[in-house]
């Protein structure tokens, strides 16, 4: 078994996984976007498909002026084996919102419940199922008023707690204590933990207990995955991790990190993405992670004396990218007007709409940015545009921080424009003036820049502005984010119309 990192690439952070049914499946964070919590399936691990989304109803999830890195936080999903049921339980940190979970018995379908409401607190929940019981739990602050990862039991059928909650444990010592989860194992309760922030200084450690309520003992070699000491190296900030087993009873883990734009420039502009591991056991009983507790961008199951056991492969070389917007990958910012929209195999219409730099119904259909190297192509027929209107492509980190590249109607025609907009600021712009309602748009990006361009005559594209990646990186903008590349219309009504795959 080979396996090359990161196996879901691009904006997908936080990722749980279960298996069922013969499959594996995966839910990640979406924050301020929608749909809500995409959902990937594998037979194999290695390879995943996105199948829907949790979320994808108004009832279900509305973001309505949710500003940059609010909405939902760090989703859980379950299988309950008694009730042949899929559970996913999340927090959206944005209004009086929560921990809540849907439910499903169908996740091919894709229709999950309506969200019932937890009675707890804190974030990044999670679930087990263990008998007859169900239990919650999330980090922050306990019934009693103490801090830490607290756990209590709930009705699954109305989310009501039944006992009070407890904190089970402070963590091992690091800072940020985060994303739990609990297992049982054997004659043990393993309790899962991130600490250290999701950035550079993250990891993930293990305790245990024989009681679900404690005491927990600390693994004796944590943190059991961290990359904080890899200096110079592109794959960062391994951590906020779920187990799995197989049904040949071997075990991985998936986790976040982040891939940075150069090994030697601490940015990353892709977002948390989703990574694979081996889990192996000691005979004691306490997990060791992949060769050397440390994520690699590949590596080899092999047998070495009999045993199994992971060595580092070559690093690979990533593909660059031909942006496609997928309808069933397509992601809308916050709660979206669908009647603004008329998606189509290659081809799409938006109506315009609130301006792209603000937090009301913008008309934006992006799909996550998933390698550094690539072009995002597409044709623009601004024809239906009223005077001021705009429709174009953007490379979009949040509200305040993205690239754009556009044509708009003035007195005297079509322009063609780009800008650069950091912290709310257009700090560059430059337009030119072209002599047809339809011109061809591209961003080229690579590791260190965005390119915002226009043909000017056939096959010659002209860069208006060079923006560098790092300004639309977490680092600077400060976001749990990633860039997502989409086409987008602003202004009053008008339409524009967008022929994308080309080139």
């Known amino acids: 078994m080979k396996c090359t990192n990161p196996v879901i690439r691009g904006f997908y952070p936080d990722p749980s996984i279960c298996f069922a049914n013969g499959a594996y499946y995966v839910v990640c964070s979406s924050f301020e976007f929608f749909p809500g ?24 999830l509305d973001l309505r002026g949710v500003e940059a890195s609010g909405g939902l936080y760090a989703p859980t ?16 940190v944005s209004g009086n919102y929560g921990n809540f979970y849907v439910y499903t018995d169908d996740i091919e379908a894709g229709m999950w419940s309506e969200p019932v409401r937890v ?7 999670s679930l087990l199922f263990d008998g007859d019981k169900t239990y919650f739990l999330s980090n922050g602050t306990d019934d009693f008023g103490e801090e830490g990862i607290s756990l209590c039991e709930i009705d699954i059928e109305t989310g009501k707690t039944l006992t009070k909650a407890k904190s089970i444990s402070r963590g091992c010592g690091g800072r940020y204590l985060e994303a739990p989860h609990l297992y049982r194992i054997g004659k043990w309760c393993y309790l899962m933990v991130a600490e250290g922030g999701t950035e550079y200084g993250h990891m993930e450690c293990m305790l245990r207990s024989k009681d679900i309520w404690g005491p927990y003992e600390m693994c004796p070699h944590n943190p059991i995955l961290t990359n904080r000491n890899l200096g110079g190296y592109i794959q960062q900030a391994a951590g906020h991790a779920d187990l799995v087993e197989t049904p040949e009873g071997k075990w991985f883990m998936v986790h976040l990190g982040f891939r940075q734009i150069d090994r030697w420039l601490p940015f990353h502009n892709l977002g948390r993405e989703t990574y694979l591991e081996p889990v192996f056991w000691t005979d004691d009983g306490w997990p060791t992670v992949a060769s050397d507790g440390t994520c690699r961008s590949c590596w080899l199951l092999t047998e070495r004396d009999g045993k199994e056991i992971c060595v580092t492969a070559e690093e690979p070389v990533y593909p660059e990218y031909k942006w496609t917007l997928d309808k069933n990958r397509a992601c809308y910012l916050r709660l979206p007007d669908m009647s603004a929209y008329q998606i189509e195999n290659e081809t799409a219409r938006l109506r315009a709409c609130d301006a792209l730099g603000s937090v ?17 192509t597409v044709a623009v027929d601004a024809s239906e545009l009223a005077e001021g209107e705009e429709a174009g492509l953007t490379a979009y980190m949040n509200e305040r921080d993205y690239y754009a590249v556009y044509a708009t109607k003035k007195e005297k025609g079509l322009t063609v424009c780009a800008r650069l907009v950091m912290d709310g600021h257009a700090v560059y712009a430059k337009e030119h003036a072209v002599e047809s309602d339809c011109v061809t748009l591209r961003i080229q990006s690579k590791p260190l820049n965005y390119d915002l361009q226009f043909e000017e005559k056939q096959g010659v594209f002209e860069t208006l502005i060079s923006g560098h990646s790092k300004f639309l990186s977490s680092e600077v903008t400060c976001g749990f984010t990633g860039v997502i590349l989409a086409l987008y219309c602003s202004g009053t009504g008008g339409w524009a119309s967008f022929k994308f795959n080309m080139r």
């Open 37 to 60: 919590l995409p959902v990937f399936k594998s037979t194999d691990l290695l390879h995943w498909t996105q199948i829907g989304h949790c979320l994808t109803r108004q009832s279900q």
């Open 119 to 125: 009675q707890r607190d804190g974030i990044d929940p």
């Open 360 to 376: 009301g119904t913008v008309s934006f259909a992006g799909m996550r940015q998933e390698e550094h190297t690539g072009t995002m």
């Open 77 to 92: 999903i379950r299988y309950d084996e008694k009730r042949r049921r899929f559970y996913v339980v999340v927090t959206n």
